[in-house]
């Protein structure tokens, strides 16, 4: 009974962050105006996976050029930030509208609140929760 209070607690943790980094990363296309057809919004999805003898395991799934839109949007800030010290009597809004990064961010800065949750949030009164539930359920 413990280990499977263990397991639906790391699947409600995982499930609940990928969500959170699911809706910034479209979040990220919406703002860096990729969202033509949104083919590229719509393809982001997330699963937890519990194969390999994992306690689970969180997949963030899209496009594999995201990653790359994700790249060219960090190294054309650099590039605007260079043209900015270079010209400073220009006015900022005319270098408004830069490109964010979108991927890699919205997974790294979801991966502390992860590892906090899973190293400290299993307190008894979570598994009591869990426990109602199984009881329901059965």
């Known amino acids: 009974m413990e280990d499977q209070i263990k397991l639906a607690f790391i699947k409600e943790v995982l499930e609940k962050h990928g969500e959170k980094i699911v809706a910034d990363i479209q979040e990220g296309i919406r703002y860096n105006q990729y969202s033509g057809t949104g083919y590229m919004e719509k393809s982001v999805g997330m699963s937890v996976d519990r194969s390999r003898n994992s306690e689970g395991t969180l997949k ?8 790359f839109q994700d790249i060219t949007a960090s190294h054309k800030n650099r590039r605007d930030k260079k043209e900015k010290r270079k010209r400073r009597k220009i006015k900022d809004n005319q270098f408004s509208g830069s490109r964010k990064g979108f991927y890699t961010k919205s997974i790294y800065k979801n991966l502390s609140p992860i590892i906090w949750e899973l190293s400290y949030g299993l307190t008894e009164e979570v598994r009591e929760n869990i426990r109602q539930t199984f009881n329901q359920n059965s």
């Not at 963030?60 to 990653?67: D, K, W």
């Open 60 to 67: 963030i799934e899209g496009q594999l050029y995201m990653r």
